[in-house]
């Protein structure tokens, strides 16, 4: 069961009691429970298989079938949800632009400002005209998330968006998104397996079990952001797998 509300402020709850897939024989996600404040990055740091992509099409509603509640605020009837998926999945014959104003298709007025501002946010201004095949893969990345970000979502979803870039891409969009985050704040549930790129970004982990899939461990990210370089991160990471023997089996 799915209700749904929000403000300007959006707090999540979910709580999903069991999901088990068709014909499987043990339960993809059992006793499931986080809440994401306000404005709060977050990210699920679980290892490949383990059900977080399922875990994000739930609480977007694009998969019904699990017993259990998720909340998004506590107002509006119909909470926008921006997700940002592991592939651009931009329509070739459409312009970065045409691409990004699809969404709005069913609504009168195109946000064309904002649009020209995230455009401008993710370097891509002079992209705006392009088509797909004229950019490489990390704009098309920087396209998706901007196409997420102009519908000024409820709850920003984010389903391993760097996982096929090279190192150095990934970090050179991770900064774009952070950059953006910061300039336009909203709740976001970011998924990875990637631990530095984790640490790198939230304000809070959330270590998962493999399947049946639950939290397993919630950690506060004590680094300051603007001291986030790579030193600092690693030194993060390992005080993490040498003080939580948890975690040791998942890296």
């Known amino acids: 069961m ?3 509300g929000g403000d300007n402020m959006t707090v999540v709850h979910i709580e999903i009691h069991g999901k088990t897939h068709h014909g499987a024989e ?6 499931f429970k986080l809440t994401l404040n306000s404005g709060e990055f ?23 079938s699990y ?3 998720i909340k998004i605020g506590n107002q509006s009837q119909n909470p926008k949800i921006g997700f940002v998926f592991q592939h651009p999945c931009l329509l070739p014959w459409r312009t970065v632009r045409q691409n990004i104003e699809l969404i ?8 064309k400002e904002q649009i020209d501002d995230l455009l401008n946010l993710m370097q891509l201004t002079t992209y ?5 095949r004229q950019l490489s893969e990390g704009m098309k990345r920087r396209v998706s998330i901007i ?3 102009a519908i000024n979502p409820d709850l920003l979803l984010m389903d391993e968006p760097f996982v096929s870039l090279d190192a150095p891409m990934a970090r050179e969009v991770s900064k774009l998104l952070l950059q953006l985050w910061q ?5 976001v549930l970011f998924v990875t397996h990637d631990l530095r790129e984790a640490i790198a970004l939230a304000d809070r982990l959330v270590f998962l079990t493999h399947r049946p899939m639950r939290v397993l461990k919630e950690i506060e990210v004590s680094i300051a952001r603007e001291q986030r370089d790579y030193k600092n991160i690693e030194s993060f990471r390992e005080q993490l797998i040498q003080n939580y023997s948890e975690l040791r089996l998942l890296f």
Do not use: M, W
Request: proline residues 7%; hydrophobic residues 25%.
């Open 2 to 4: 799915r209700r749904y």
């Open 128 to 132: 705006a005209n392009a088509y797909p």
């Open 26 to 31: 043990t339960p993809t996600i059992k006793n």
């Open 67 to 69: 017993s259990g509640e």
């Open 183 to 187: 300039n336009r704040p909203h709740t």
């Open 42 to 64: 977050i990210c699920l740091v679980g290892q490949s298989g383990c059900g977080k992509t399922t875990l994000l099409n739930s609480i977007a509603g694009l998969d019904s």
């Open 147 to 149: 196409r997420a970000f």
């Open 104 to 111: 709005f298709e069913n609504q009168k007025n195109v946000p």
